[in-house]
């Protein structure tokens, strides 16, 4: 492998990892302020508790994606040098905007909320929370305004051979960031839906096989208390159905969501990145139908050898065009105007490296786009399905004794985060060769692009890469083992895991924290234990 | 010399000077979790101290950086690539940093404990002396050719500038964080904080001020000379302030020393970001590194309303978190952790 190969593994596994990370706090962070919000209005102790555990649980990931999230800005820099030097008039300022508009609020408002409990008002701590979640979600648009610039440049003019930023306007409304943010999000809120429906089915599971519940003639759940453990009591079934629920309508909402937005993506696609769409349908042919499986090499240069097994006539004239008649270029037929546009080899510029004259691959890794596009819409579908299932199965108030079906509903909360890696992949290797992808449609400004080839930094050697390569992959397989454990060992410890209190003095849980109340203050009150 | 540019490198000057002086005394904190605290109690006041800060304080760095590379893109690109090496062991350091002060609470064994706080101690010491030995490398300069990219190998960047820049954010840091201890804790730890301060002052201000005098040394101007002189005299007027008790204005004495630090060494290196050691023809400059008037008109604008509202939301949760943390507002452990279901994957239902 040489200097590119590593910097593009590099990059990969950290944005992957790191995106494990932030769609669960984009998407947990909502639905705890939602719940908290619900605590504030109604006072009832059960959304209290499913803001502490929820909150335990988001703050247990949070800090996973802020550590990670250095890695993201500091390697345009380290790793990608040359693309740095050529996009930054115009890439650097969404990064700016992002830190100084999205990541301050966010953190410095989790910090308020985190502390916060006694020494703000109910509604002052609440309100931290939410401008907390409006600057992750902000954070969200800055970054995919920033991507969508790679996928669809605009706004700018070639002076001197870089792209010089123009027309704001266009940048911050690209049209492509308009609908990759929505679908971001919701793929965010995927995640959480299935990490809550997972988690409150393990739960309401537990209860049942502890003898806790019990179910009555009519199939109904009769709730009952654990003397033994505290904070098992009825209030704690109320916890883990509403949680369910919760998750469950959040997760069909947002696969709902997902499709929308996807579907719009597809037709900016098809205009914006003839390509990418052609090597997502593994299509050599112009045609107009979408394969749900295909057999063969589907990377293989030889079309011959792709045979699609199933395939539905007019599914992907209408992913691209909305309609099902428009013939869908394939890549026998895009390949010539991609040679004609952007040439045959790469240019004989020692910016290349030892690259320099290669003939340019201008069709990506097929079987990770063909196999990417399906699986983030497998996923994400089989999860939507999955919560609509759980929504009948728990419609008496709990869940059925069966523990393969605990195991499925737990192992389950991994499909929403599978689906958003697989998407982001398919987008990301769909639009190789370049890194800063030409747009053939007059919507794009045709010359601006730029090879992934040119994009490495010249001055740093394959050595160092592998060495940060090693080191990256191996802190963060670490640190990916702990924060599982201590996801597991928090959940399984229920919702007194998050609430001590309720193990000292039951009675004390409502007196102590109504929202409207003042929350008396007392020295030993000073405690800044929710976190540490 | 074109305005907007000139504007820009004041501005990151200001944005690297507020991560100095912000999450100078958390890294010197997290420093001080190994040699300076005596027990778990001690650990978690001054844990507490920082907690609901820290976070935030990071920020300035994201944003330090992020400005760079949208304001100065051949500054950044040649900064970061050159330091590949010391700025991955900062990210490194920043990465266990963070994780060990969410995590070492979450489970209650002493060797657990011990192993973040060991986490804490030196991810904050490497972090604070990578950025330190960045920072002073951007001063004076590494060998870059003329397309800006490093020469010689991995560890061409290494100098003593390096060292001496990396122990002067490392000394300024922890020295920040006794003077934050002091006006931030009570009891045996407010005592003892106040103490070390007046004691080591002058040893841990020795690197960062030989800097600053180096650099004078090199490229200073008479004013930049001056702040220098004004910089010594405020860390005179910390010293004094803290030994007659008056930590809260010791703090800001010092701050004012970093502020005038750092102005005298961006100032005296102005206009030129990044010479190259090969040949001067190749230094990165204010004009040759920066974006387009229009991108900067952009930035500018909105970092005159972000900026500021900024320091205003961050000044009030220092507010809000005023009060002082000592031993006695530290519980019990709260780690409460009955195993309702500790083998429920394992045993037959």
């Not at chain 1, 905007?97 to 609440?126: D, M, N, R, Y």
């Not at chain 1, 599978?418 to 398919?426: E, Q, S, T």
């Not at chain 2, 490198?9 to 904190?29: H, N, P, Q, R």
């Not at chain 2, 020469?151 to 840091?173: I, N, Q």
Request: charged share 15%; proline share 5%; with cysteine.
């Amino acid at each position: 492998m040489d200097a590119l190969e590593i910097a593009r593994w590099q990059f990969g596994i950290t944005t992957v990892y790191h995106f494990m990370m932030v769609p669960l706090t984009i998407g947990l962070g909502l639905v705890v302020a939602v719940i908290q919000t619900a605590w504030y209005r109604t006072g009832k102790p059960e959304y209290l508790r499913m803001t502490k555990f929820w909150g335990k649980l988001f703050l247990i990931n949070f800090i996973m994606g802020v550590a990670t999230g250095i890695v993201q800005e500091f390697q345009f820099g380290m790793a990608w040098s040359e693309y740095s030097r050529f996009v930054g008039d115009v890439f650097g300022a969404p990064l700016a905007l992002e830190a100084l508009l999205a990541f301050f609020v966010e953190s410095t408002f989790l910090g308020l909320w985190i502390f916060g409990w006694k020494q703000l008002k109910p509604a002052i701590h609440l309100a931290c929370l939410w401008v907390a979640v409006i600057g992750s979600a902000l954070s969200a648009y800055f970054i995919i305004v920033a991507n969508s610039w790679m996928q669809h440049p605009v706004g700018v003019e070639m002076i001197n051979g870089r792209p010089v930023m123009t027309d704001a306007w266009a940048v911050f409304t690209n049209n492509t960031a308009l609908v990759a943010v929505p679908h971001t999000l919701f793929g965010a809120l995927a995640v959480a839906g299935g990490f809550l429906l997972g988690i409150a089915w393990y739960h309401l599971w537990r209860r049942r096989h502890d003898g806790v519940d019990t179910v009555g003639a009519d199939g109904r759940v009769v709730p009952g208390e654990d003397a033994r453990i505290p904070g098992r009591d009825r209030a704690d079934h109320n916890v883990w159905i509403r949680s369910l629920r919760i998750g469950a309508v959040v997760a069909m909402i947002s696969f709902a969501g997902t499709a929308v937005t996807g579907d719009l993506q597809g037709k900016l696609m098809f205009q914006q990145q003839p390509m990418k769409m052609a090597a997502a349908e593994a299509a050599c042919h112009d045609g107009t139908g979408f394969s749900i499986l295909s057999v063969g090499n589907v990377g293989s240069k030889n079309c011959d050898d792709v045979v699609a097994v199933i395939e539905v006539p007019g599914i992907l004239s209408f992913l691209a065009k909305g309609d099902f008649t428009t013939e869908v270029k394939g890549v026998n037929s895009l390949l010539p105007e991609y040679k004609a546009n952007y040439g045959t080899h790469l240019p004989d510029n020692p910016i290349y490296g030892e690259r320099a004259g290669q003939e340019i691959q201008y069709v990506p890794v097929m079987e990770v786009t063909y196999w990417g596009f399906r699986m983030m819409i497998g996923f994400g579908g089989l999860a939507a399905l999955a919560a609509l299932v759980a929504l009948w199965v728990t419609r008496k108030g709990t869940v059925p004794e069966s523990r393969w079906l605990m195991r499925l509903a737990v192992f389950g909360i991994l499909a929403p985060f599978g689906a958003n890696a697989a998407g982001w992949i398919f987008t990301e290797m769909g639009r190789q060769p370049f890194v800063v992808a030409p747009n053939p449609d007059p919507s794009g400004i045709d010359q601006v692009f730029m090879f992934t080839a040119a994009a490495v930094s010249p001055g740093v050697s394959a050595g160092e890469l592998i060495a940060s390569l090693v080191a990256l992959t191996a802190v963060y397989a670490v640190l990916l083992v702990v924060e599982v454990k201590l996801l597991v060992k928090y959940i399984r410890g229920g919702v007194v895991s998050a609430m001590p209190e309720l193990g000292h003095a039951p009675a004390d849980e409502n007196e102590d924290q109504t929202p409207g109340g003042t929350g008396g203050a007392k020295p030993a009150d000073d405690v800044l234990a929710f976190a540490y | 010399m074109e305005l907007l540019p000139t504007i820009w490198f004041i501005a990151i000057a200001v944005l690297w000077t507020g991560y100095l002086f912000l999450e100078g005394f958390d890294l010197g904190v997290g420093m001080l979790m190994k040699a300076f605290a005596r027990n778990n109690t001690e650990r978690r006041v001054l844990l507490n101290t920082i907690g609901p800060v820290w976070d935030g304080n990071e920020v300035w760095l994201l944003t330090a950086g992020g400005a760079t590379f949208a304001a100065f893109p051949l500054w950044y690109a040649s900064l970061f690539s050159a330091l590949y090496l010391p700025l991955l062991v900062v990210l490194l350091a920043l990465i266990f940093r963070a994780v060990a002060f969410e995590y070492r609470g979450k489970v209650d064994t002493d060797s657990w404990r011990n192993r973040w706080d060991w986490a804490i101690a030196l991810g904050s010491l490497f972090a604070a002396f990578g950025v330190g030995a960045a920072l002073a490398l951007t001063t004076t300069g590494l060998p870059l050719n003329a397309n800006g990219d490093r020469e010689g190998g991995p560890l061409a960047w290494f100098s003593g500038y390096a060292v001496l820049g990396g122990l002067a954010v490392v000394g300024f840091s922890l020295l920040h964080a006794l003077a934050f201890l002091a006006l931030k804790t009570d009891g045996e730890v407010r005592h003892r904080a106040r103490q070390w301060f007046v004691r080591l002052l002058p040893v841990l201000l020795l690197p960062i001020a030989a800097w600053a005098l180096a650099i004078q040394f090199m490229d200073g101007k008479p004013w930049t000379w001056a702040a220098v002189v004004l910089a010594v005299a405020a860390a005179a007027t910390a010293w004094l302030l803290a030994r007659n008790g008056s930590e809260g204005r010791a703090f800001l004495a010092l701050g004012a020393f970093l502020v005038l630090g750092t102005a005298s060494i961006f100032g005296a290196v102005f206009p030129v970001v990044l010479p190259s050691t090969v040949d001067s023809a190749f230094d990165l400059t204010v004009s040759n590194a920066s974006s387009s008037d229009y991108t900067l008109g952009l930035m500018s604008v909105v970092a005159a309303f972000g900026l500021p509202l900024v320091i205003a939301y961050q000044a009030w949760t220092y507010w809000v978190f005023r009060r002082r943390v000592s031993a006695a507002s530290i519980p019990e452990a709260h780690s409460f952790l009955p195993a309702i279901a500790a083998r429920a994957f394992t045993t037959k239902g």
